[in-house]
């Protein structure tokens, strides 16, 4: 391997502060967030690949563009907004966007999926990654776990934060999802951010093939959330879906928000994108060379 192929698996030492930033910016930390998918996923020689590729601008802007409120030295810090990735499976975009926005050394994240990592192959709580609300990746759950948080805020402590959640599109097929949504809304936590990682992608291939959860944005509103569409590779559009809960938020509406971002499985890297194929799957050395070089033509 020559040293230009080495130095591109390497992860950089560079981290984003948590503040409003220029669609410019944000796409470059969330190309960033890919490189390093890519640079753990080769390392680890597992892991899933599709979901969190098409992700990295939705947690670019969460963690970096100052939509969610946390103190990256005290992720404990009481106020600190929270975040639940329903959809475990998609770690390796959580654990990039913590290292990148500072929140544990970079270095770490060449650990993924190695033995007593923090770095497990879904977040784990008991490893004590700083960022890591809850355990999570049976799918259903973590959503469920992501209402009890907003419901406790509201109804028992009193506390004025906000808690966010992302589930992918398939995880929709679980009908524990809905009975969360149903609660979010019966109990009009207006401090509960849905994300639904749209890409049409699961495992098995498409949606409508494998189990139909369309239409989803109709689903939502019948469930009482304002529901948002944007696209979730265009940084403009996902802070309007952002402001909008910020804003709901702030005028005490009562009603849970809904962003459905629009995705490609894969996104930014050309034989990955839009490929079902590449849900559960890590890159070879050579495919890892091959993204990291289109990556670094975006950058």
């Not at 948590?18 to 470059?28: C, G, H, I, V």
């Not at 970079?106 to 650990?111: H, N």
């Not at 936590?189 to 890409?199: A, E, K, Y």
């Amino acid at each position: 391997m020559d040293v230009d192929v080495k130095k591109s698996l390497e992860f950089n030492t560079t981290t984003w502060s948590n503040e409003r930033r220029s669609p410019e910016d944000m796409a470059a930390a969330a190309n960033e967030i890919r490189r390093d998918i890519i640079r753990m996923l080769v390392r680890a020689g597992s892991g899933h690949s599709g979901g969190p590729l098409g992700s990295a601008d939705i947690f670019a802007v969460l963690y970096m563009g100052g939509v969610m409120k946390y103190r990256p030295e005290d992720m404990n810090w009481p106020n600190r907004d929270r975040f639940v990735l329903s959809a475990g499976h998609m770690a390796p975009v959580m654990y990039a966007a913590l290292a990148n926005a500072g929140c544990y050394p970079k270095e770490e994240m060449a650990t993924l999926r190695k033995y007593n990592t923090r770095l497990q192959g879904h977040p784990g709580r008991d490893m004590h990654l700083p960022g890591i609300e809850t355990s999570s990746g049976s799918l259903g759950q973590g959503i469920s776990i992501a209402v009890g948080m907003a419901m406790s805020d509201r109804l028992v402590e009193k506390n004025d934060r906000n808690v966010f959640c992302l589930t992918g599109d398939g995880e929709l097929q679980e009908g524990s999802v809905w009975e969360a949504a149903m609660a979010a809304s019966h109990f009009g936590l207006d401090n509960f951010c849905w994300i639904i990682d749209n890409n049409d992608c699961q495992i098995d291939g498409r949606l409508p093939d494998v189990m139909n959860v369309y239409p989803i944005v109709d689903k939502c509103v019948a469930f009482g959330f304002d529901t948002i569409v944007v696209d979730g590779h265009d940084i403009a559009d996902i802070y309007r879906g952002f402001d909008r809960f910020l804003e709901n938020r702030k005028n005490g509406t009562k009603k849970p928000t809904a962003i459905v971002a629009k995705t490609y499985m894969g996104h930014g890297v050309s034989f990955m994108n839009d490929k079902f194929e590449w849900h559960g799957k890590p890159p070879s050395k050579d495919q890892a060379v091959e993204a990291l070089a289109e990556l670094a033509q975006m950058a």
